[in-house]
């Protein structure tokens, strides 16, 4: 196997045939910079040449898996032409893309909350499984702006169309419990627990055939994700222009500012 790259932000942990790697930035609240998301999508590079790695496990540093985008990242910010802020938008959508298309069966490890980006980066994995007192939200609605990155096909696929609209819209957090019985998560492990259970799913998988494992896994994503890329091409261009709208302006400073925002569909 070949040697992984040093990444600032993210530590990695191979053991036999599984992998685990974690989101480092606890100090940022594994906040995913665009930084962190180039190193993912290196990461994934990484994990799809291997033949040695058979699962990856994906977990968040300190006691949670990750608050999304990380609205303070100097990057975030960056100017531009349109086409050029259209391009830094692929980020996020190409990060989820290229976990969700590796032949290695990922599971996320989700300990306390996991946020916006941080939700689409799990549902693009194949498994996820949840500490009790864990909870999953779409906060973006709320914010002002639509909920891209590919996450919608993903989430309606798990859950069903009225309850993907539900965690959608009403940008409510989704408990572990409620997250199970809706199908958006797979396991609910007693709290602190969530990594050691996404270990042991791991190694089942490693004890298996590989060759069947990535051939299975790979026909059974083709035929559920079929038709995402046709209903969520455009929302990377939704998303620049809700940003550009009043309503995001209002969303942001009404949620710095710890008050009820006031929307006026501008």
Known sequence: MAE??????????????????????????????RSL????????????????????????AASYFSAGADLADPERGAGGTRIERRQTARLGPDMCAAWESLEQVTIAAIEGYC????????VSLDFRIVGAGAYLRLPEIALGM???????????ALVGPARAKRFAIFCEACPADEALAWGLVDEVAPAGAALARAHEW?????????????MTKEAI??????????????????????SETGDFREGGAAFLQKRKPVFRGD
């Not at 995402?228 to 929302?235: C, E, F, P, T, Y």
């Open 4 to 33: 992984a790259p040093a990444w600032p932000d993210l530590a990695l942990q191979v053991t036999g045939a599984v992998a685990r790697l974690t989101l480092n930035r606890p100090a940022a609240r594994n906040a995913l910079s």
């Open 37 to 60: 998301m180039r190193q993912m999508i290196e990461a994934a590079a990484f994990f799809r040449a291997s033949t040695d790695i058979q699962a990856v496990v994906v977990a968040g």
């Open 115 to 122: 946020i916006g980006g941080a939700a689409a980066l799990a």
């Open 146 to 156: 639509n909920m891209s990155w590919g996450a919608l096909p993903r989430v309606a």
């Open 202 to 214: 791991a190694a089942k998988v490693a004890a298996l055939p590989p060759l069947p494992v990535r």
């Open 221 to 242: 994503t083709a035929a559920s994700a079929a038709h995402h890329r046709a209903v969520s091409h455009m929302d990377r261009d939704q998303w620049m222009l809700t």
